[in-house]
């Protein structure tokens, strides 16, 4: 089945530096990558997502690339804010079950913004 | 619109016993799933579904039950409560009956087993 690595464990970077989060993915069927931001105690949330027939898409600060050839995808956050602080989890999809797909999830980096 | 709703919120079980966690969904979402989470772990996907009446296992399936009757509920039932169930526990939807959509979730059920 698939499985997601995710590099940093954590991250800190000063207000108005730029992040860049990673994740490698083995199941060359993965055709939709999703990231998602958690805050303390709350729910995980979307921030943005990619699939495969697309090799880079941006949303104001936060940008997403992907590299299939090498099965690879990243994060990047540019002029971090201290309320980007949270834990980013980046996610891959693939047709795994009987049914549908299965979205496998990296296991988190702590986004830390020092002001 | 109230999205993805979990209840309860907070449950205490002692081992062995059972209980069902609910999830409801309002968006007429065909695909749902539970996932729980547990600490430097991510998330990892218990069961799936993609309709009323078809549900399938995901990466950690072992002790835990699930039914699909009706698009809107899915919920989740532990058999007989162990130690290592203690987990923060989501529901998810998503508009695709594939799952390749982004997937709404709710507020979670935290879960502590004694």
């Known amino acids: 089945g698939e499985n997601v690595e995710q590099h940093p464990s954590t991250l800190s970077v000063q207000e108005g530096d730029s992040a860049v989060i990673k994740c490698t993915y083995s199941d060359s069927a993965s055709n939709y990558f999703p990231w998602y931001k958690q805050e303390l105690g709350k729910r995980p949330q979307l921030i943005i997502d990619?699939?495969?027939?697309?090799g880079e898409k941006k949303d104001q600060r936060i940008a997403v690339t992907l590299n299939k050839t090498a099965k690879h995808f990243s994060l990047h956050i540019t002029e971090t804010q201290p309320e980007d602080s949270a834990v980013y989890f980046c996610?891959?999809?693939?047709?795994?079950?009987?049914?549908?797909?299965?979205?496998?999830f990296g296991a988190g980096t702590i986004l830390r913004v020092k002001s | 619109n109230a999205g993805v709703t979990q209840t309860p919120k907070f449950q205490v079980l002692k081992t062995g016993q059972s209980m069902t966690l609910q999830c409801a969904q309002d968006m007429n979402h065909e695909y749902m799933s539970w996932y729980r989470q547990d600490p430097g772990m991510g998330l990892r996907l218990i069961h799936y579904?993609?309709?009323?009446?078809?549900?399938d296992q995901g990466e950690v399936p072992n002790g835990y039950n699930v039914s699909r009757s009706t698009t809107e509920d899915f919920p989740l039932r532990l058999l007989s409560a162990a130690p290592s169930q203690t987990s923060v526990y989501f529901c998810?939807?998503?508009?695709?009956?594939?799952?390749?959509?982004?997937?709404?979730f709710g507020d979670g059920t935290r879960l502590s087993i004694l």
């Open positions: 579904s993609v309709g009323a009446g078809i549900t």
């Open positions: 998810a939807s998503s508009a695709s009956g594939s799952g390749n959509q982004p997937q709404h």
């Open positions: 996610a891959a999809s693939s047709r795994q079950g009987e049914y549908g797909n299965k979205l496998v």
């Open positions: 990619i699939r495969s027939n697309v």
